[in-house]
């Protein structure tokens, strides 16, 4: 998966080609991916694809990065953190079981030169619900650690199963954030939601 800066470890660990999405068209209708990995890519206005209530009718660019696979497929920390906040997001639509991890990274993280430390959260949304048993806030989270799995359709909010990864420069309130904001908001919500390529590595 890509070669990610800094030695940060993979989120999914993707070990043969993957199907890169192409959503400003649209949700793709019958048709079926021939690849067991998938990409959903960042900063990116899906027209018709977010129809639930929690979106308001207005919400439709997307600042995370999706990666799809098989329910139950491993997700890993990207870096040694501690456990910030987990929940379920119910709502239709949502990320259904969710974990946001804490960081402590220099910033921005470019391998050329050191920058200043600062905290940095990571949103893991659309989890299997049993990812979150076990879980204590300020637990550790080591680097490459296996800290969920994706969940099923029935129990991740309505998708199909993906890990929505999304990095937040400023602290969540709750274990969740709005991984999808209105085109009008786009300039702040990029300030605040860096692109998840800055640690996953050159994706697409």
Same mark, same amino acid.
């Given at each position: 998966?890509?070669s ?38 960042? =900063?990116?206005?899906?027209? *018709? ?13 997307? !600042? ?35 974990? #946001? ?8 993280p470019?391998?050329?030169q ?10 893991? *949304?659309?989890?299997?619900?049993s990812?979150? !048993? ?6 550790? !989270? ?14 991740? *909010? *309505?998708?199909?199963?993906? !890990? ?6 400023? +602290? &969540? ?7 999808? #904001?209105?085109? +009008? ?6 300030? =605040?939601? &860096? =692109?998840?390529?800055? #640690? ?5």
């Amino acid at each position: 998966m890509g070669s990610a800066p800094n030695a940060f470890a993979s989120v999914v660990q993707i070990d043969e080609p993957y199907w890169v999405f192409n959503f400003s068209r649209g949700p793709a209708e019958d048709w079926t991916c021939p690849y067991t990995f998938q990409i959903g890519r960042y =900063d990116e206005v899906r027209p *018709g694809m977010y129809l639930t209530p929690l979106f308001g009718g207005e919400r439709d660019l997307h !600042v995370g990065i999706d990666i799809g696979a098989p329910a139950s497929t491993p997700v890993h920390s990207f870096a040694e953190g501690k456990i910030h906040s987990f929940g379920i997001n119910a709502e239709a639509g949502s990320y259904g079981p969710t974990i #946001v991890v804490e960081h402590q990274l220099s910033w921005p993280p470019t391998p050329e030169q050191r920058h200043p430390i600062r905290k940095v959260w990571a949103l893991y *949304g659309h989890l299997s619900t049993s990812s979150l !048993v076990g879980l204590v806030a300020g637990m550790p !989270v080591g680097n490459g650690q296996c800290i969920a799995q994706m969940g099923h359709k029935q129990e991740n *909010g *309505g998708w199909e199963p993906h !890990v929505h990864f999304q990095l937040s420069l400023i +602290e &969540p309130e709750a274990p969740d954030l709005p991984g999808v #904001v209105r085109r +009008e908001d786009r300039e702040q919500a990029l300030r =605040d939601y &860096p =692109d998840p390529r800055l #640690v996953l590595g050159p994706l697409y």
